[in-house]
């Protein structure tokens, strides 16, 4: 199985100004359980990609198969429920919902999934615990930092076990303490779950954890023009604890 394949993707925005070609013929096959890294220059079509894999948004020309259904044909009714099953994202802008606590907004997909109560709501305590915000479930978005908010869209990406994870600048708005307990975490997941991931990022620690780094300028994928890869030391026993309490999440779900 496939995780993701495009063929020939072109996305256009109608704007005022005329024309904006966002995707030029993008062809890109992935397999279960990569982690594909997109670098590239702002406006250069990055979260455009990860809308059109996570199946938010539509190419205007091309086909797109997610997880070997042709998403490209898909009714809106059906979409939304392969979506809620099989994807997770982490949006640029967080999208949290406002009027639901760090808690609450964890335990959304898994409630939407008819998951019990309960048990939604204890995975979202363990998430939220795992990254590193045991404290602040009961707050709102808007009592929480930026790089908080971040880590709770990180957690409410996770709270299903996708098996496609969409993150868009994961790392963006946190210190470097946190970017890499998120860089752990998302290696952790890949690793126990076998987890597809596609992270767009500016940061270049991002690319230490990447099995594919693809450079996309113009909308066009640069073969070639990948930035030099990062290492990046990892903390074995954190990831170790993570890794059970993954187990154990699973295991719940
Ligand atoms: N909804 C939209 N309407 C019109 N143009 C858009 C829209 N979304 C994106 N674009 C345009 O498409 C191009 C690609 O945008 P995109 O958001 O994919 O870039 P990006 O690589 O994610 O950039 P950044 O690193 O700043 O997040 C840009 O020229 C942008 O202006
Ligand atoms: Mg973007």
């Known amino acids: 199985m496939k995780a993701a394949v495009l063929r020939e993707v072109t996305k256009v925005y109608k704007t005022k100004g005329g024309d904006v070609v966002a995707l030029d013929r993008v062809s890109l096959s992935v397999e279960r359980g990569e982690v594909v890294v997109l670098m590239g220059p702002s406006g250069s079509g990055k979260t455009t990609l990860l ?13 797109v198969y997610i997880l070997d259904r042709d998403v490209t044909h898909m009714g809106e009714r059906e979409l939304e429920k392969f979506r809620l099953r ?16 760090a808690e609450q907004n964890v335990a959304l ?3 939407a999934l008819g998951v019990r109560r309960e048990l939604a709501y204890m995975r979202a305590r363990l998430l939220l615990e795992m990254v590193g915000l045991g404290g602040v479930g009961g707050l709102y978005p808007s009592q929480l930092s930026g790089g ?13 076990d996708p098996p496609l994870l969409i993150l868009d600048e994961p790392t963006s708005n946190v210190d470097v303490d946190n970017a890499s307990l998120l860089l752990s975490l998302i290696a952790a997941v890949n690793k126990t779950m076998r987890t ?12 230490a954890i990447a099995n594919r780094l693809i450079y996309i300028r113009g909308g066009r994928l640069r073969e070639g ?7 990046l030391s990892i903390d074995v026993e954190r990831v170790a604890s993570i890794y059970e309490k993954l187990k154990l999440l699973h295991e719940l779900g």
């Open 225 to 231: 023009e990948e930035p030099p890869r990062r290492e």
């Open 51 to 63: 809308n059109i894999v996570s199946t938010l948004d539509r190419p205007t020309s091309g086909e």
């Open 196 to 207: 597809t991931i596609f992270i767009a990022t500016h940061d270049p620690d991002v690319t």
């Open 86 to 101: 099989n994807v997770g994202f982490l949006f640029q802008t967080f999208n949290l919902v406002p009027y639901l606590t």
């Open 109 to 111: 997909p898994l409630v």
């Open 148 to 160: 908080m908010q971040q880590r709770v869209a990180f957690a409410r990406a996770m709270a299903a």
